[in-house]
Nanobody, 124 residues
Framework: QVQLVESGGGLVQAGGSLRLSCAAS????????MGWFRQARGKEREFVAS????????NYADSVKGRFTISRDNAKNTVYLQMNSLKPEDTAVYYC?????????????????WGKGTQVTVSS
């Protein structure tokens, strides 16, 4: 059974940084693409970033491009989201997800497994 556990969320001032981690278990991590999504209160879940199986290809939402970096360590079965220059509008619950393909998908409909999320709050 695939399990994804996020960590690293918290409260940070605008302009600050956080690094989210997502530890995966239950299948061979290095075969599959991974993604980060977020959902702000009262809004729909949206794509943030994704990475392919090897880490050689990534995709980002326009709203985070240049500020966030997704990476993975296949030896540790972990994917990361480094978030810099945080803004109040980045406040949301952040979810890690994986799917059954190897590419860096932007579509939440591709993703089969989801973590429970970690709260990120950016104060102004």
């Amino acid at each position: 059974q695939v399990q994804l556990v996020e960590s690293g969320g918290g409260l940070v001032q605008a302009g600050g940084s956080l690094r989210l981690s997502c530890a995966a278990s239950g299948r061979t991590f290095s075969y599959y693409g991974m993604g980060w999504f977020r959902q702000a209160r009262g809004k729909e879940r949206e794509f943030v970033a994704s990475i392919n199986y090897s880490g050689g290809a990534t995709n980002y939402a326009d709203s985070v491009k240049g500020r966030f970096t997704i990476s993975r360590d296949n030896a540790k079965n972990t994917v990361y989201l480094q978030m810099n220059s945080l803004k109040p509008e980045d406040t949301a619950v952040y979810y890690c997800a994986t799917h059954s393909g190897s590419w860096a998908s932007k579509s939440e409909y591709d993703y089969d497994y989801w973590g429970k999320g970690t709260q990120v709050t950016v104060s102004s």
